[in-house]
Nanobody, 119 residues
Framework: QWQLVESGGGLVPAGGSLKLSCSASGRTFSSYVVGWFRQAPGKEREVVAAITWSGGSTYSADSMKGRFTISSDNAKKTVYWEMNSLKPEDTAVYYC????????????WGQGTQVTVSS
């Protein structure tokens, strides 16, 4: 069993920064992929970035490039989502999730962490 726990959310003024963490417990394999998702009020959940557990391959949605960065620390079993120059439209619940490389669906989900950006 693989469990993911997000942390680092909070209230931040526009232009501020936050670094979210996704900590994994249980067995981890380099073939796992961890993704960050977000769901804004009244909107569908969207994937914003993903990274292989080894950190060798990353993906970021075009709208996320430039301000946000995904990274991993294998020793700490943690994946990070660093957000800079935050805007009110970045307000959402952010989730991390895991799947095996090559699998279509994410099977393991964290509980989510709220990020609120004030204008």
């Amino acid at each position: 069993q693989w469990q993911l726990v997000e942390s680092g959310g909070g209230l931040v003024p526009a232009g501020g920064s936050l670094k979210l963490s996704c900590s994994a417990s249980g067995r981890t394999f380099s073939s796992y992929v961890v993704g960050w998702f977000r769901q804004a009020p009244g909107k569908e959940r969207e994937v914003v970035a993903a990274i292989t557990w080894s950190g060798g391959s990353t993906y970021s949605a075009d709208s996320m490039k430039g301000r946000f960065t995904i990274s991993s620390d294998n020793a700490k079993k943690t994946v990070y989502w660093e957000m800079n120059s935050l805007k009110p439209e970045d307000t959402a619940v952010y989730y991390c999730a895991g799947r095996l490389a090559g699998a279509r669906d994410y099977n393991y989900w964290g509980q989510g962490t709220q990020v609120t950006v004030s204008s």
